[in-house]
């Protein structure tokens, strides 16, 4: 399967985005999807996941309560609302999936697909 993420932007200190994780390729619906981040000088980061079912999510603790992770199979298409945005948010975020992945996978080696990322800046 092959990803493009979009929907990232500039927003200020505590506004909101959707970015958006379009897959092209059969059985996407067998797919988990997750997100993960990198800002300049650190390390990519594990944001959100979402089971192949859709049945499950695990996020980030640093994330939980403000971002929540979907999906619509009949767009093939996985999203990330990020609500409650902060400065720390600042980062490239990048999707990923592989299939039959479950909600519990949060490292990047459990993902075999990989979209371009997207910036998201969140200014003070």
């Known amino acids: 399967v092959q990803l493009q993420a979009f929907g990232g932007g500039l927003v200020q200190t505590g506004g909101s985005l959707r970015l958006s994780c379009a897959a092209s390729?059969?059985?996407?619906?067998?797919?988990?999807v997750a997100w993960f981040r990198q800002a300049p000088g650190k390390e990519r980061e594990f944001v959100a996941t979402?089971?192949?079912?859709?049945?499950?999510?695990s996020y980030a603790g640093s994330v939980k309560g403000r971002f929540t992770i979907s999906r619509d199979n009949a767009k093939n298409t996985v999203y990330l609302q990020m609500n409650s945005l902060k400065p720390e948010d600042t980062a490239v975020y990048y999707c990923?999936?592989?299939?039959?992945?479950?909600?519990?996978?949060?490292?990047?080696?459990?993902?075999?697909?990989w979209g371009q990322g997207t910036q998201v800046t969140v200014s003070s």
């Open positions: 979402i089971s192949w079912s859709g049945g499950s999510t």
């Open positions: 990923a999936a592989s299939q039959w992945a479950i909600a519990t996978m949060t490292k990047g080696f459990d993902f075999s697909s």
């Open positions: 390729g059969r059985a996407f619906s067998s797919y988990g």
